[in-house]
T-cell receptor, first 114, second 115 residues
Framework: EPEVTQTPSHQVTQMGQEVILRCVPI?????FYWYRQILGQKVEFLVS????????KSEIFDDQFSVERPDGSNFTLKIRSTKLEDSAMYFC????????????FGQGTRLTVV | AQSVTQLGSHVSVSEGALVLLRCNYS??????LFWYVQYPNQGLQLLLK??????LVKGINGFEAEFKKSETSFHLTKPSAHMSDAAEYFC?????????????FGGGTRVLVKP
């Protein structure tokens, strides 16, 4: 069964450092998303991406964040200068259709900023 | 704007007992509703979804949910809990947009199953 894969599963970084979280969405999907879940809190939408551009972003997704689909298969989330409050589980998701259908989620990357 | 409220952050049930997880939503347009399950240290797995049509939807692992527009609810049930149902459950709402559809999640309900 096709699945969304995320790497790494865990990432520890020092405050102020740049991190790149990587995702390989399901191959024929067109819509890509990043969500995050701070420990003990709800899953929050960060950004959606379609046709090689951001289609929607939340207020969390400020100038420190960027997304890219560099090679037609990977989908990355970059945090330029990490803060302690960026520590969270980051989930990538992909969806095949504009009509709402289920989004398929990856296993997540746990980011710890120290 | 859309929002989701899940009543009860923790639910404890006995094995074999009914599981009932409550979800109420707010949406200015017809919603699409989802339940996801998250097992420890894993990602989110879709249990079931409502888009259009029949308001009682069945999902995996014996779960079902009923969309009640008049009550703006989408409660999740399972007649008989199993130990393997111990997990966190998230209700989510989405609406159709021009380019994809973001999910807005509730706060989650952690289910503990007692032997």
């Amino acid at each position: 069964e096709p699945e969304v894969t995320q790497t790494p599963s865990h990432q520890v970084t020092q405050m102020g450092q740049e991190v790149i979280l990587r995702c390989v969405p399901i191959s024929n999907h067109l819509y890509f998303y990043w969500y995050r879940q701070i420990l003990g809190q709800k899953v929050e939408f960060l950004v959606s991406f379609y046709n090689n551009e951001i289609s929607e972003k939340s207020e969390i997704f400020d100038d420190q964040f960027s997304v890219e689909r560099p090679d037609g298969s990977n989908f990355t989330l970059k945090i330029r200068s990490t803060k302690l409050e960026d520590s969270a589980m980051y989930f990538c998701a992909s969806s095949g259709h504009r009509v709402p259908t289920e989004a398929f989620f990856g296993q997540g990357t746990r980011l710890t900023v120290v | 704007a859309q929002s989701v409220t899940q009543l009860g952050s923790h639910v404890s049930v006995s094995e074999g007992a009914l599981v009932l997880l409550r979800c109420n939503y707010s949406s200015s347009v017809p919603p699409y509703l989802f339940w996801y399950v998250q097992y420890p240290n894993q990602g989110l797995q879709l249990l079931l979804k409502y888009t259009t049509g029949a308001t009682l939807v069945k999902g995996i692992n014996g779960f079902e949910a009923e969309f009640k527009k008049s009550e703006t609810s989408f409660h999740l049930t399972k007649p008989s809990a199993h130990m393997s149902d111990a997990a966190e459950y998230f209700c989510a709402v989405s609406t159709i947009k021009a380019a994809g559809n973001k999910l807005t999640f509730g706060g989650g309900t952690r289910v503990l199953v007692k032997p």
